[in-house]
């Protein structure tokens, strides 16, 4: 059984586009260290969630070593230009020490360094040759291509780590649909039964030459990591201003028919269950336009039936289910 609590809205159920979940790119980093590596050993599997700081691969190799080796010797001697006394050296001199000591940390940065490893490595010499990539975000592992053994060339991708908590969704609309939207309106995404509100954030401004639609993106959250990239979906845009009274859309699974044959929801109350007539304005691919409730009411949209059967045989509302 799921319950989902309404809030009021003004989207068409007429007003619709195909689309497709992909992951959100503001939210995700991609795991492609900057110089010639080997991987050494694989401490995650593909499709596992880790957490900021977690190590997922141990990589090394001649160039790493090297670039290691570079750091550690021109970190020592900034370090050690920095303690002489002023006017021992020239201010040129002195600056050069120090950008090079900079490039040099810059060189394991763009491989991926922390920078706790970079400091940890100019105390510990003996580490060089390898290090363990750290995740730097929380997220789930995809894209994973990394084998033990393999020797790869600088910027090769080893694999994707994507905060689900939010998704992008691309849809493709009409050029009258593309239109009618602004950059911050809210729409609604359906997915399979399961439908969440959505903020567009972005449109491609071109119409494809071969299917004469615009590509706009949504931002979506997705708290529960129950959707993931590569779902299809349908986008339900806002209704044109005036057009639509407001109401809520709920899954036609949410509406039974009460004992005289008006349409109904169950609505969640005091620990229990109370059937509640609505009318019901519109219907349209699995979903509906419904009205006779107050915004925030918690409504069953998913085991409506089994508790319509539970009131037929009672006559009361339903409790402790």
């Given amino acids: 059984m799921e319950v989902s609590q309404l809030s009021l809205q003004t989207f068409s159920l007429q007003a619709v586009a195909t689309a497709q979940l992909i992951v959100d790119k503001d939210k995700t980093i991609t795991i492609a260290p900057q110089l010639d590596m ?139 649909q593309a239109d009618q939207v602004n950059m911050g309106s809210d729409v609604l995404v359906r997915v399979g039964s399961r439908t969440r509100e959505g903020v567009i954030i972005g449109r491609s401004h071109e119409i494809n030459a071969q299917t004469r639609t615009e590509q706009v993106l949504v931002r979506m959250a997705n708290p529960g990591h129950d959707l993931h990239a590569g779902e299809f979906a349908e986008l339900y845009l806002a209704a044109n201003q005036g057009a639509e009274p407001l109401g809520f859309i709920v899954p036609d699974a949410a509406l039974t028919r009460s004992g005289d044959g008006d349409w109904q929801v169950f609505i969640e109350q005091d620990g229990g269950f109370s059937a509640v007539e609505v009318s019901v304005v519109e219907r349209q691919r699995g979903l509906s336009f419904i009205r006779g409730l107050v915004p925030q009411t918690r409504v069953v949209v998913s085991g409506a039936f089994f508790l319509a059967s539970e009131q037929a045989k009672s006559g009361f509302d339903i409790h402790n289910h």
């Fill in 38 to 176: 080997q991987v050494l050993k694989r401490h995650v599997v593909p499709g596992e969630q880790v957490t900021k700081g977690q190590p997922l691969l141990t990589i090394g190799g001649a160039d790493i070593a090297a670039a290691q080796a570079d750091y550690i010797n021109a970190a020592t001697e900034w370090d050690r230009i920095k303690r002489m006394s002023p006017g021992t050296i020239s201010a040129s001199q002195r600056m050069q020490t120090e950008v090079n000591a900079e490039l040099k940390r810059a060189i394991l940065e763009s491989i991926m360094m922390t920078p706790a490893q970079i400091t940890a490595l100019a105390k510990s010499p003996s580490s060089i040759g390898q290090f363990q990539l750290l995740a730097s975000i929380n997220g789930r592992v995809q894209q994973d291509v990394a084998t033990v053994g393999q020797v790869l060339i600088a910027g090769t991708p080893l694999m994707q780590l994507t905060d689900e908590s939010y998704l992008w969704v691309q849809a493709e609309l009409t050029p009258l």
